[in-house]
């Protein structure tokens, strides 16, 4: 089956070379297929109020992604759980922005729901997110 799209990530460090990032729908669980690629979110956590030194007020935040599923299976999750070291992890991936076809590599700390959070239901976590935090901007 050829890849629909070319959202990729490499697991445990930031700034990895293109060739070590691997399409997010290559990733195999233990024999039931591929993960489908993902609804992505682009976002900005808001962050707190912050007071400028000329007294007007700003809400200081940061770049965030996400990638949502409607589901995947417990071996899917297995799988980008022990990629990524745990529930948390460093990583350098790529993600669609704009047009079709148009992407961007970033760094960030890939967050990973814990399982009663996911929601298992007969095999499923339904609504299954990745979040992308501390996400850097644009690499060359």
């Known amino acids: 089956m050829a890849n629909l799209y070319n959202y990729k990530i490499g697991f445990g460090a930031h700034n990895l070379p ?16 591929g993960i ?5 979110f682009g976002n900005y956590l808001p962050g707190v109020r912050r007071t400028r030194a000329g007294t007007t007020a700003y809400i200081s935040g940061e770049p965030s992604d996400a990638w949502n599923y ?10 980008l759980r022990s990629r990524n070291g745990g529930y948390e992890g460093l990583v350098t991936y790529t ?7 148009d992407y961007t590599r970033h760094n960030a700390i890939l967050s990973l729901p814990f399982q ?5 239901d007969f095999g499923i976590f339904p609504n299954y997110t990745m979040s992308f935090s501390q ?4 690499l060359t």
């Open 18 to 33: 293109d060739g070590s990032l691997q399409n997010i729908e290559e990733i195999m669980d233990l024999g039931q297929g």
């Open 36 to 40: 489908f690629a993902p609804d992505q």
């Open 70 to 79: 409607g589901y995947i299976t417990r071996d899917q999750e297995a799988e």
């Open 95 to 101: 993600t669609m922005i704009g047009n079709y076809g």
């Open 116 to 120: 009663p959070e996911a929601g298992a």
């Open 135 to 138: 996400v850097s901007g644009t």
